[in-house]
């Protein structure tokens, strides 16, 4: 009879430590998952922070009045091409290379704005979709206001008189090296 008590007694033992034991892991477990949300979160506000930071610096250099020689060096050139038509090109090919970094960080904001939708509360996840709109306006409105401006100041070239209004280049010209308003 001993020996049966000693094996109910091992029996009970073992029993109440494996809900011990559970009872600690779900714990652990659930503290864990909380841990890898709360870093998850963290991690996802940290990238659109970031991505919004480059994106700032991102329409400041577009926007940098000044255009460097190096930055129409890749621009294929038609033989003989006049040089006030190749001065107007050459800006434009610059403007134009500095928008491309401006649009991949575009796509990768708003693939960071899903991530937030998800993971962020509601009024966090909202403000990132606001940025997000405000980038893409101040994306379509640059580079429209560069091609537009270009595009008339070429044909200005090419027909070797002023553009009827004036006022247009000069309001395209003030959204092209403008600050962003966010």
């Not at 930055?71 to 090919?93: F, K, M």
């Not at 500095?98 to 998800?118: G, N, T």
């Amino acid at each position: 009879m001993d020996a049966e008590l000693v094996s109910i007694a091992s029996n009970i033992a073992v029993g109440v430590s494996a809900l011990i034991v559970a009872g600690v892991a779900f714990f652990g477990v659930r503290r864990w998952r909380k841990e890898l949300t709360g870093k998850a979160k963290f991690d996802a506000a940290r990238n659109v922070m970031l991505l919004g930071f480059r994106l700032n610096a991102g329409f400041e250099s577009a926007r940098n009045p000044f255009t460097f020689s190096t930055e129409h060096t890749g621009r294929s050139r038609q033989e003989n091409e006049p040089a006030n038509i190749s001065q107007v090109l050459d800006e434009w090919y610059a403007r134009g290379s500095r928008l491309k970094p401006l649009h991949e960080d575009l796509v990768k904001i708003q693939e960071a704005s899903w991530e937030a939708d998800i993971l962020l509360d509601e009024d966090s996840s909202k403000r990132v979709s606001e940025a997000v709109a405000v980038y893409r306006d101040s994306y379509a409105e640059l580079s429209s206001a560069i091609y537009s401006y270009f595009e008339t100041r070429r044909k200005e070239v090419v027909s070797s008189g002023p553009y009827k209004d004036q006022d247009w280049l000069k309001e395209l010209h003030k959204i092209i090296v403008e600050k962003l308003k966010c």
